[in-house]
């Protein structure tokens, strides 16, 4: 499936990687001005987040129906596993039910975008937790008015960080002062990514989403089921 270039208007955004599942709706107009926007965040432990209850409030809030939504941004992580698979999923069934644009986007970029609204400029590091004692970590220069990525995304161990935090290193992240205390937290907001959306025209269909995974995921099978007399 492919598909044209051109402003999208109204926008569902998904942005589960972190601890904060988050649900946006956007609507702008055709020169990008934003004529409504709401974000329904979900924080309660244990990810027991409603995906499709959270949309719905988000809709009412901006007074549309699901049949309005135009595109689906969602957050590709790196981040929660199954986060991301969930929001893939939402926007790969709603695709396929309604035919609308779809695209992912790095929940990094979310972070360092929304960084850069709260007024943090300058040089410093994203770090998400990337479990088994790693960090997923990304280096960016922020000004007002520009991002610029200065090294790939990479996995890092705990002590490289932690050079970093004592050498005055700014560290950001949805949940940075876990580990290191110096560091602010920053959540990948859903509105962001639906901004972000916005400029971007790279649509794919559901199938080529996936989540942005650093190591090489390992799946043991099952054994064969017991033969029982």
């Known amino acids: 499936m492919k598909w044209s270039g051109g402003l999208r208007m109204k926008i569902l955004a ?3 990687s972190s ?6 709706v956007l609507n702008a107009d055709t020169h990008g001005k ?5 974000e329904v965040v979900d924080a309660s432990p244990g990810r027991t987040s409603k995906p ?3 949309t719905e409030q988000a809709l009412q809030q901006t007074g549309l129906q699901r049949e309005q939504i135009e595109c689906i941004a969602v957050g590709l992580g790196p981040g929660s596993y199954t986060g991301i698979r969930a929001a893939i999923s939402l926007g790969q069934g709603w695709q396929l039910a309604r035919g609308l644009k779809l695209i992912g986007i790095s929940s990094v970029e979310c972070i360092v975008a929304q960084a850069q609204a709260d007024g ?15 960090f997923y970590l990304a280096e960016w220069n922020v ?9 790939p995304l990479r996995l890092a161990s705990r002590p490289e960080i932690q050079e970093r935090e004592r050498s005055g290193g700014i560290l950001i ?18 509105t962001v990514l639906a901004q972000l959306a916005l400029r971007r025209t790279d649509f794919v269909s559901g199938e080529k989403l996936t989540p942005i995974y650093l190591r090489e995921t390992n799946f043991i099978k099952a054994p064969p089921p017991r033969q029982i007399s």
């Open 19 to 24: 601890p904060q599942r988050r649900v946006a």
């Open 143 to 151: 000004c007002a008015e520009t991002t610029r990525e200065l090294g």
């Open 52 to 54: 499709l209850a959270m």
């Open 173 to 190: 992240g949805p949940e940075v002062t876990r580990w290191f205390p110096s560091g602010r937290i920053v959540f990948p907001s859903a």
């Open 34 to 38: 934003v004529l409504a926007a709401s």
């Open 120 to 134: 943090l400029v300058g040089e410093y590091s994203v770090v998400i937790d990337a479990q088994r004692e790693e």
């Open 14 to 16: 998904l942005e589960f």
